[in-house]
């Protein structure tokens, strides 16, 4: 029987292992080369021994044997560490690349989501101030219309030659009427304020009204008073007082004066001495006279002493009727301007002239629609952005 146990593997030299009986190939175990096998054919010898065929032992490795193993050893290894490096990057780029992918898709829809919230918000404001303002100017139309409709009622137009009448008044030569306020000031304010029976009541509303708005809008204002007086005389002796202080003791006396007027209404003095300036005839007598003009003296004098005015020279003016002039110009122009019935008094806001009545219980609102620097309704609007026509 044919044995290959002193074979060499001809391509690494290591030993060749058994072959299989029926197989004329062998394969050498350390570089898996093949290799044919020739066998003897001549006729196996008829025996009756029992011959067992040990494999011969595997050679021992020589050095050059080792060394080879060693290599092949060593190049399979570098193999499948460079596939398993190879492998490891291969996956870990997938990772990365699959979660920079899921991480860029969270900040697309965050942004996507953050720009839908703020454009949501924008227009929901934009929508808020929409209606704001239609809101506001939906207000201001109806109050101005109101006021119009109120003005109509109220007040009356001015035409150009009564307005000339009011400024020959104003600059009398012989009595200026002073104004508080500047003398630049765009808007002028006349107060025909009657100095009899109740009027100095009404007075006081509308004068601390004045002291604010001056205070709050200085330079804006020109503000006049001019005395009225009984509506069924030339005059009343309040209001020719308050002339003859002017005369001779100047403006401030002249304001201090309507000052006691507004804070005081028992100022008024009597009835009777009216009489002194009734439109036509006398007193009944001269002893009637005397005992009004010392009344005078006892009452209504000593109440305004401060203002420094002379009783003595002040009855010889009465008597003189040395204001008569002054007196009838301011009463014909309120006549002309329909203010003398019920000693009303009234106030001239640029062309309109309103008679007082309800006006001196809330300036305020009134005065709101005829300045626009004084209306917190317009200034609301302004804010907004919105314009608002002037009134007619």
């Known amino acids: 029987?044919?044995?290959l146990t002193e074979l060499k593997c001809p391509n690494c030299g290591a030993g060749l292992p058994t072959p299989d009986p029926t197989s004329d190939?062998?394969?050498?175990?350390?570089?898996?080369?093949?290799?044919?096998?020739?066998?003897?054919?001549?006729?196996?010898?008829t025996t009756n021994r029992l011959t067992i065929h040990v494999p011969?032992?595997?050679?021992?490795?020589?050095?050059?044997?080792?060394?080879?193993?060693?290599?092949?050893?060593?190049?399979?290894?570098?193999?499948?560490?460079?596939?398993?490096g190879k492998g490891c990057v291969v996956v870990l780029l997938i990772v990365g690349l699959l979660v920079g992918g899921l991480v860029t898709l969270i900040v697309f829809l965050k942004r996507n989501d953050v720009k839908k919230r703020r454009d949501m918000i924008a227009k929901n404001e934009r929508e808020s101030r929409?209606?704001?303002?239609?809101?506001?100017?939906?207000?201001?139309?109806?109050r101005a219309k109101r006021f119009l409709q109120e003005r109509e009622r109220e007040a009356e137009?001015?035409?150009?030659?009564?307005?000339?009448?009011?400024d020959a008044l104003l600059t009398d030569k012989e009595y200026p009427i002073p104004f508080q306020g500047s003398a630049k000031a765009p808007y002028r304010i006349i107060d025909f304020?009657?100095?009899?029976?109740?009027?100095?009541?009404?007075?006081?509303?509308l004068e601390k009204y004045r002291k604010k708005l001056m205070r709050k809008h200085p330079g804006l204002f020109r503000w006049y008073t001019i005395p009225l007086g009984h509506t069924f005389y030339y005059g009343s002796i309040e209001q020719v007082a308050a002339f003859e202080i002017l005369k001779t003791r100047g403006e401030k006396a002249w304001w201090d004066y309507l000052h006691i007027f507004s804070r005081h209404a028992e100022v008024g003095v009597p009835r009777a001495f009216r009489y002194i300036?009734?439109?036509?005839?006398?007193?009944?007598?001269?002893?009637e006279l005397m005992g009004h003009l010392n009344g005078l003296r006892k009452t209504f004098l000593r109440k305004i002493r401060r203002t420094g005015i002379n009783g003595d020279a002040f009855i010889a003016a009465v008597l003189a009727k040395k204001h008569k002039e002054i007196v009838a110009k301011v009463r014909d122009l309120s006549v002309d301007l329909g203010?003398?019935?019920?000693?009303?008094?009234?106030?001239?806001?640029?062309?309109?002239?309103?008679?007082?009545?309800?006006i001196y219980h809330r300036p305020a609102e009134i005065f709101g629609w005829i300045y626009p620097e004084l209306n917190p309704k317009r200034k609301e609007l302004e804010k907004h952005g919105i314009k608002t026509p002037a009134l007619p």
């Open 1 to 3: 029987m044919t044995t």
């Open 25 to 45: 190939t062998t394969t050498c175990e350390y570089c898996q080369a093949t290799i044919a096998i020739e066998r003897d054919e001549a006729p196996k010898p």
């Open 56 to 84: 011969a032992p595997r050679p021992a490795e020589t050095p050059q044997t080792g060394e080879l193993l060693k290599e092949v050893i060593a190049r399979q290894a570098a193999a499948n560490q460079s596939t398993g």
């Open 130 to 142: 929409e209606r704001e303002k239609a809101r506001l100017l939906d207000d201001f139309d109806r």
């Open 157 to 166: 137009d001015i035409d150009k030659a009564t307005l000339k009448r009011i």
């Open 193 to 205: 304020a009657p100095l009899v029976d109740h009027y100095p009541v009404r007075r006081k509303a």
């Open 277 to 287: 300036l009734r439109a036509s005839g006398e007193p009944r007598d001269r002893k």
């Open 339 to 358: 203010i003398t019935k019920m000693n009303s008094g009234a106030l001239i806001l640029k062309n309109h002239v309103w008679k007082v009545g309800h």
